[in-house]
């Protein structure tokens, strides 16, 4: 069922090794709570790895800031680039600052000015194109040819994986054998670095991903063995929009137990559920493991569950019980 | 200027080690959390103490473990009463179900509903009342007299006081010398505890209050030098209503350096602030230290400072900056 193309570079546990050394001054290792009582409703002893306390509130400055201090001196010179407006964009931007290289970071003109202030907020240099898929390349290509700046790719990227690789190795490090670890999936970045940590260190660990319903291309894809993309999927957990690519396709199809879904419904309800019950501000894509495991009960009953929550952005003016 | 009357027990250190031997395995100890901007913000290091993630989501459950956990076989049949229905009401009640004994909660029939629920949620026995203080004497005084329980105050109560101390020991454990610690003041419990282990274990650190400009009589208190106590404040921080009794000035007396106060929107800043940076839920009587920081620049620049985050029960439904 793996589809690696050939000439793929699959990073290794001395990889990750590597990219823990090289990362651990830039980014937190992020606590691990429990919630007795969400234990209780889940039937499950859960272990949530808050990744909304990581630097730039998200997981990604593991890989950003793997792929920025792993660069030469010379390449790292000309900065690095992206055109994601999201949490990747934030993170690679966190990333670069600390290294004191330029960050460019391609987006919509028409996108939110918070999500544009909070770019520049951590040191992003903003270049703004169209709403279109063809400005938005053609500008980035600009760009590029005019600083030279290399490309980190928010997942599809062998440095950004092995960057998020870090975070399971921090759970398997702090809380020992676990039965499985559930994280949300979009592109499968985290998904992706998640079986690279434990096929290599705990390999009877089994790993889920979890997606919300009106975005399931993941679920899709695992269940048909290929690839499957939507056009522009709706969902309140938007940092699960995009589409698995070749790279992280590879760990999906080869190690990933089972893809779960969850409705918006429930999304929500586990959103709120962990705001009241754990006392944490995280965002609605963190929240989609933990609706898939109440809903899936018997597979995990009494099995020692690692929880990934993903990132803590969020318009704290428009939480979404709130109508 | 102090004021203790001469038949209170003051406890000592050796009791605050014996407390926490006692508590350990009934509270979390829970984690100490930084941020990069909050610190730019402030102009100074602080470390926020996260008693939010506390059982029951409270430092109140130190010291109610303390008194649940220190009673004698025979007394612990009989169970606990108080008639507090906010934080130590869940407290009492959480450390009560955990002895397996009845915790007695006296209620006014006007307390919201959730109030009551969550009260009952920890095993709570509730006993309601008009809402009247001579209803609420009368209703506690049938209640304890029927059942011999035990009165646990809020915080007048040295094994109350003895408990809370175990937070500023854990703090001074885990970061070492501080220049500072700062907390709320509403009955003075926590303020009290904290003076009472960093007079023994770190008499150099600076203790700081915080309060409410619009429920203030902790300052005027401490500027008056005897206790003043107001009739009904009101404040969004309504976990510091209460006056100071007088276990309590002796310690807010005898070892505060001073008493800082904020506005009800300074209150509010600070908290969304915390939501939006730190990533966690807490309660806008956990926002007073941070807003006091705020505007007394000052006092704080370029110290190393412990704040106690006190609590996380907030009401998600009705989040003050929302309106």
């Given at each position: 069922m793996a589809a690696a193309a050939e000439d793929l570079y699959i990073p290794t546990w001395e990889d990750v090794l590597a990219a823990h050394e090289r990362v651990k001054p830039y980014i937190h290792r992020t606590p691990i709570l429990t919630s007795r009582l969400i234990n209780e409703l889940a039937g499950a002893e859960l272990f949530f790895k808050c990744e909304n306390f990581q630097r730039a509130a998200v997981f990604k400055v593991r890989g950003a800031s793997n792929a920025v201090f792993g660069l030469s001196e010379e390449a790292a010179k000309k900065g690095v680039a992206t055109h994601s407006s999201g949490n990747h964009g934030l993170a690679l931007s966190y990333a670069a600052g600390r290294r004191g290289i330029p960050c460019h970071v391609v987006m919509?003109?028409?996108?939110p000015q918070a999500k544009k202030d909070a770019v520049r907020g951590y040191g992003g240099l903003i270049t703004e194109c169209e709403p279109s898929t063809s400005s938005r390349e053609a500008t980035f290509a600009k760009i590029q040819a005019e600083t030279g700046a290399d490309f980190v790719h928010p997942y599809n990227d062998e440095r950004v994986i092995t960057g998020q690789a870090t975070c399971a190795k921090e759970i398997v490090e702090d809380i020992?054998?676990?039965?499985a670890i559930i994280a949300p999936i979009g592109g499968g970045g985290m998904v992706s670095g998640t079986c690279l940590t434990l096929s290599t260190i705990a390999p009877q660990t089994k790993i889920y991903a979890a997606e919300p319903e009106q975005a399931d291309d993941a679920y899709q894809s695992f269940k048909q063995g290929k690839i499957i993309a939507y056009d522009a999927p709706k969902t309140?957990?938007?940092?699960?929009?995009v589409p698995l690519k070749e790279r992280t396709w590879h760990f999906v199809s080869k190690y990933v137990t089972d893809v779960f879904t969850a409705s918006e419904e429930e999304i929500v309800n586990a959103m709120r559920l962990t705001w009241a019950r754990m006392k944490i501000v995280m965002e609605p894509s963190s929240a989609v493991p933990l609706a898939t495991i109440l809903k899936n009960r018997d597979t995990f009953a009494g099995k020692r569950v690692g929880v990934i929550i993903?990132?803590?952005?969020?318009d704290l003016d428009k939480l979404p019980w709130l109508k």
């Open positions: 919509p003109r028409t996108a020992g054998e676990l039965d309140i957990a938007d940092g699960l929009l993903t990132g803590g952005n969020v």
